[in-house]
């Protein structure tokens, strides 16, 4: 089997790249395997180096493993990559912002090991597929961990550029994000079908569709979530109070809010395998894997056992 290291260069501002080369070209020799990396170019160039690598393997009777260094916007790309092909598995190291996808696993340090990405087994996850006016075009992709749309949306947003300045790194930049966003208090104005069945219309503070728990980098949003039981976790938190969400935050972020006695006058839950979200003003912004684009009227379903994913330290 070949395994590729996709490296982002942006992941980390590029730091530690040339030591993650030189692993890869060791553990080679080591292993006495087939493994490089591949420094990605642009944004997409990972997904499309996914496919053509996948399509090779597939065409040839072989085996490929990819491994996506950098954030979850990484991993969500050499995942659209991958999709079709049983040739190929996938990875990630985590070496960019949020990293939460690898937080749904107990071991996360063998995941920045190269030795242990090459040996590691993999498991059967879930991918959420989702499809509609995404970006300004029609399009069906997929997605590794979850979509966030209205406050945490938002937070993510302004985490990002919040990161960008020296001070503010990891939970303080999204602390930060989330005390700014809070003074505006800014949501979305949403419907949502879940399972065929109309569950909200209207204004909302937060909505999480959850494959994996995390977001925000450490935010236990979903912690009922699990990456292969073939359902989505639905989250609604509708507008509350800033007192009151100032209350509920911590527990919410350590994922302990379902212990809260009072938590079901705020949030709507339910597991589920069909959320179809339409914004009542037009368009939305749709964070998908931390990555955030304006979208239109998005269907989304559950994919069981969709992908095949390297897991280090099982």
Known sequence: MKTVFLLNPKAGKGRGLDKIKEAVARA??????EAGAYLTKSVGDAEKFARLASLEAETKGEKVRLIACGGDGTLNEVLNGVMGFDSASVGVMPIGTGNDFVRNFSDTDSFLDVCAQINADTVKCDVIK???????REQTRYCANMFNIGFDCNVVDLTARLKTYPLLKGSIAYLAAVAGILIKKKGANLKIEIDGETVHEGPLLLTAIANGSFC????????????NDGLIDANIIYNVTRREFIRKFPAYSKGTHFQLSDIDKILYYR?????????LDGTMRLCTDGEITDAERVHMEIVPDAVEVAVPGR
């Open 130 to 136: 989702y499809s509609g006016i995404i970006g300004g």
């Open 271 to 279: 597991q589920c395998r069909d959320v179809v979200i339409t914004p």
């Open 28 to 33: 080679s020799q080591e292993l006495n395997t």
């Open 216 to 227: 925000g980098g450490g935010v236990k949003s979903s912690p009922k979530a699990s990456l």
